[in-house]
Structure formats: C-alpha cells, structure tokens
Antibody, heavy 124, light 107 residues
Framework: EELLVQSGAEVKKPGESLKISCKGS????????IAWVRQVPGKGLEWMGF????????RYSPSFQGQVTFSADKSITTAYLQWNSLRASDTAMYYC?????????????????WGQGTMVTVSS | DIQMTQSPSSLSASIGDRVTISCQAS??????LNWYQQKPGKAPNLLIF???DLETGVPSRFSGSGSGTHFTFTISSLQPEDVATYSC?????????FGQGTKLEIK
C-alpha cells in the first residue's frame, strides 16, 4: 500500500526550532516530488513548495522562501519541513503530498496522495 | 501569483441534486486545473486533474470542465458522503495556488 505518514502534533514557543517529517512507503520515493501544503484552521490550502527526494532539488513559494527549509533522506524515504525560528503565525496544519505522475512518467501539478497532516501550534 | 476565485463559498443542496461549483483564474491557465475534496478533519483528496481527468477510483458522478480562466466542477447526483469542502488548484505556473474552497452541505 502506498502511504505518506507524518509525524505527530507539535506545540512550540515563538522563536523555537522545529522539524516535522513525512515518511513515504509502498512506492518509488525518490522518483516523486513531495510538496508541503499549509492550512491555517478554518482557511484554504497554501502550496509552500516541493522537493525531489532523488536529488533534493527544491522549489519554494515566494511566500515561504527563507522562512522554511525542505530536506529529504533517501535512505529512510522521509521528507522534512523545518523552521529555525517559529512565529505564532506558523500555527497551522501542515500536509505533505505526492506530485502525480502520468503513465509516461511525467510529473504533473496535481497531488494524488497526502499525509494525514501535522498540526503545529506556536504559542507563548 | 495567479489568483483562484471559487464561487459560491458555501452551498446547501438536497440528495440527488446536481451541484455546480465555479473556479475562475486571474489569468489563462490552459487546462491545468485540479479539484480536491476535503472532508472535515481529513486531508484533501484529488478528484479531478487537468480540468476533466477523473482520478482513479473516483466515482463518475464527479466531473470537471472549462479552459483558460473559467472552470466548473459538477456532482451529477449529490450523495450524503459528498459533504465536504471542495477546492480548485492551478498547476499552470509556480507558485501553485488554490481557491478558497466551497463548503457543501446537505439541505
């Protein structure tokens, strides 16, 4: 079974650092882009960017560039989203999602498999 | 960034009704428009990609159409399990952007 499983909920203080994870299984992890998507409670979805675990090539939305860092460890088929200094405004649910591939092996912009989400709460 | 505007923001319909949701892009996005369903407390689920291609395993009552800047998502006969928020997403240009979502309820 193809799965993305995310790490558990986090409660942090402003200024603290955090790294959350997304473990892929049941498919060729290194061949699919992994996106990160933010959802503030009660609000819509925001694409933060994605990373290609095969070579760690990453693309960031300008809204999140410099605020977060994507990484991946191929050996354990896990992608990460990291903050160096959290703010209260980072409070949200964060999803990882797999970029869909066509039958010809081309990546398209839709996301066909999602993790269960990691809730991050930042509060003093 | 390309702005995606959905309408309505919410709607209420009866079982068996035909339901239509619109999504408008701030510029031409060709056919690169995707639709997701998100049930309360759950992750989004891809229903339709590239305007009208049904994702594997998705019931045929769901469909999509459109091109350029105006797109439509349709449920041909509303079922109780379709209660959810539906979001469009453009994948024409980075950064990818989503609509604000349409909350669908049963009347």
């Amino acid at each position: 079974e193809e799965l993305l499983v995310q790490s558990g909920a986090e409660v942090k203080k402003p200024g603290e650092s955090l790294k959350i994870s997304c473990k892929g299984s049941g498919y060729g992890f290194t061949s699919y882009w992994i996106a990160w998507v933010r959802q503030v409670p009660g609000k819509g979805l925001e694409w933060m960017g994605f990373i290609y675990p095969g070579d760690s090539d990453a693309r960031y939305s300008p809204s999140f560039q410099g605020q977060v860092t994507f990484s991946a460890d191929k050996s354990i088929t896990t992608a990460y989203l990291q903050w160096n200094s959290l703010r209260a405004s980072d409070t949200a649910m964060y999803y990882c999602a797999r970029r869909r591939m066509t039958n010809l092996g081309l990546a398209i912009g839709a996301f066909d498999m999602w993790g269960q989400g990691t809730m991050v709460t930042v509060s003093s | 960034d390309i702005q995606m505007t959905q309408s309505p923001s919410s709607l209420s319909a009866s079982i068996g009704d035909r339901v239509t949701i619109s999504c408008q892009a701030s510029q031409d996005i060709n056919k690169y428009l995707n639709w997701y369903q998100q049930k309360p407390g759950k992750a989004p689920n891809l229903l339709i990609f590239d305007t009208s291609d049904l994702e594997t395993g998705v019931p045929s009552r769901f469909s999509g159409s459109g091109s350029g800047t105006h797109f439509t998502f349709t449920i041909s006969s509303l079922q109780p399990e379709d209660v959810a928020t539906y979001s469009c997403q453009q994948s024409y240009m980075l950064p990818y952007t989503f609509g604000q979502g349409t909350k669908l309820e049963i009347k």
